[in-house]
């Protein structure tokens, strides 16, 4: 049995207000998940307070690292059950499911070793002092996650909130409330005391908002649009806390005319249908330059048509997106960009599956800038290509939009990758591979893409704060 209701205290609580999770493969409905109330957000964020001042602060840090150990090896023991979940919420296919919820793991596994490494500084000021630095843990943090790689965003937060010795009230995405809450049965089985985490199912606009604006937490961590990251920081700058916002983009991919059309091509069309294009470092552009341009077109549009696109299960290329809304936005995105620019390939519906959030790949070419597939993140297996003469030119467009996530460059040319990567507006540059790195890379956005760093060891300035101690020393 799936679990179904709010996670608390480690106790399982039922309200009588519920949202439902569909399949967006089949449009059938998953199950009921208990909805989270002002009562019902106070208990956790009262929960989370008394295990921070509790016993997660009398756990010593090898200690957490050991409980986060478990909870790796627990997710991996039941990768197939959370994988399952995982493409039926999310319809990606089912290989990939599994590697997302591997890497929820490899959170867990990577901020294990952390936990007891996180070291303050001593400062000098000569011998009539000594002043040193503590990291303490920021204390309660928030969780506001996506709906896309639910486990995995999941991971990316909390589990260094907890090495860090924070403990998490975590509110999924209303798409995809269950993964969550089998993470929960893991956690207790692990051994995580009960308060460390709770998680509180529920819509944005109440739940999420009572969450963002509620003043027993020190910090909010959320992913998702532009438009509710601005919420969420309006509602945190109330009581004065931080905020982590990873926001989305619209990456560009760079090739130069040295670059190799096959390899351009094959990452390009990784980094657009992946996950069906609902990846927030998606490589949504791809501006070519105009040497390579027509070879490199034809390969991604062949490549484009050759992606099997169908059931998660039968473990094809390409699911659906995620939601009926999600598809109604695509689908009007292609109807704007067929008014704008040339469509190569893609379009429509699959013709072959009925039922379903499915589209087709697709790839517009010629497509200026300024305008909207140009600009606006699609969320979607919608790739738009542009050309460019030269390096100022492709500089030029890549950072014409509001966002910088991510960007690509393809080229053997290593001075002009360096000189590029530097003035792009992106938090992340691939260099001849496109989402190359892992956890312990840095990853966040400049301009509207967001605030802050997480993974690696960046991330540890989100959950810790700096408390300076001097001593005068002098007899
Ligand atoms: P969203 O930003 O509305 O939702 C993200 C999370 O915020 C969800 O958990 C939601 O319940 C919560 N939320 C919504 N309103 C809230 C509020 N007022 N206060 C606090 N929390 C609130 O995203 P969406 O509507 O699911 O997706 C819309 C677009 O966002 C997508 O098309 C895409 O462009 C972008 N997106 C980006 C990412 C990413 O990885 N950066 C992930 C998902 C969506």
Redesign the pocket.
């Known amino acids: 049995m799936t679990p179904n209701r709010l996670f608390i205290d480690n106790q399982w609580i039922n309200t009588n207000d519920t949202l439902a999770s569909i399949n967006p493969a089949d449009e059938s409905i998953i199950g009921e998940v208990a909805c989270a109330g002002q009562a019902e957000v106070d208990a956790a964020v009262a929960a989370a307070r008394r295990a921070l001042n509790g016993v997660w602060r009398k756990t010593t840090p090898w200690e957490r690292g050991r409980v986060l150990a478990k909870i790796s090896a627990l997710i991996l023991q039941n990768i197939n059950a959370l994988a399952d979940m995982e493409m039926r919420e999310t319809g990606k296919p089912i290989t990939a499911a599994h590697g997302a919820v591997h890497s929820a793991a490899r959170y867990f596994e990577f901020y294990a070793g952390v936990a007891d490494k996180i070291q303050g500084t001593s400062i000098p000021l000569g011998e009539n002092y000594v002043d040193f630095t503590l990291r303490e843990p920021l204390g309660v943090t928030a969780h ?5 790689v639910p486990l995995n965003m999941l991971a990316r937060g909390v589990a260094p909130a907890l090495a860090a010795g924070c403990t998490a009230v975590v ?4 798409q995809t409330p269950h993964g969550a809450l089998q993470l929960a049965q893991i956690f207790i089985d692990a051994g995580l005391p009960p308060g460390v985490v709770n998680i509180i199912n529920g ?3 109440t739940t ?2 009572m969450l ?1 604006s509620h003043p027993g937490i020190d910090g909010i961590t959320f ?3 532009v438009a ?1 990251g601005a ?2 920081m309006r509602a945190a700058a109330e009581h004065i806390k931080p905020v982590v916002l ?3 983009g619209k990456s560009p991919i760079i090739a130069f005319a040295d670059a190799k059309p096959e390899k351009v091509a094959t990452e390009a069309c990784k980094g657009i249908y992946s996950n069906t294009g609902q990846y ?1 470092d998606a490589g949504s552009r791809l501006l070519l330059n105009d040497r390579i341009h027509d070879a490199v077109l034809e390969l991604v549009v062949e490549k484009s048509r050759a992606i099997n696109v169908g059931m998660p299960a039968e473990n094809v290329d390409m699911g659906p997106l995620i939601s009926d809304e ?1 598809h109604r ?1 695509v689908m009007d995105y292609i109807r704007r960009g067929k008014e704008s620019a040339v469509l190569a390939c893609g379009g429509g519906r699959p013709a072959t599956l009925e039922k379903g959030y499915f589209v087709e790949p697709t790839v517009f070419d010629q497509v200026d800038v300024g305008t909207d597939i140009s600009q606006h ?1 699609i ?1 979607g297996p919608v790739l738009s290509v542009s050309y460019f003469g030269d390096e100022d030119e492709a500089l030029h467009i890549a950072n014409s939009t509001d966002f910088g996530l991510a960007a690509g460059i393809f080229t053997q040319d290593i001075s002009r990758a360096l000189r590029l990567a530097s003035k792009l507006d992106a938090g992340t540059v691939y260099v001849n591979e496109y989402f190359s790195g892992e956890i312990a890379s840095p990853f966040g956005g400049v301009k509207k893409s967001g605030i802050g760093r997480e993974r690696g060891l960046e991330t540890l300035a989100n959950y810790t704060r700096i408390k300076n101690v001097i001593i005068n020393i002098s007899s």
């Not at 506001?144 to 896309?148: E, G, K, R, V």
């Not at 509110?171 to 209303?174: G, L, Q, S, V």
């Open positions: 506001i996650l996506p709906w896309n509110k999924p995405a209303e819509r944005g606009e999420g908002a963002s992913t998702g649009s509710t919420a969420v990873e926001l989305g927030c999600q936005r993140e969320f």
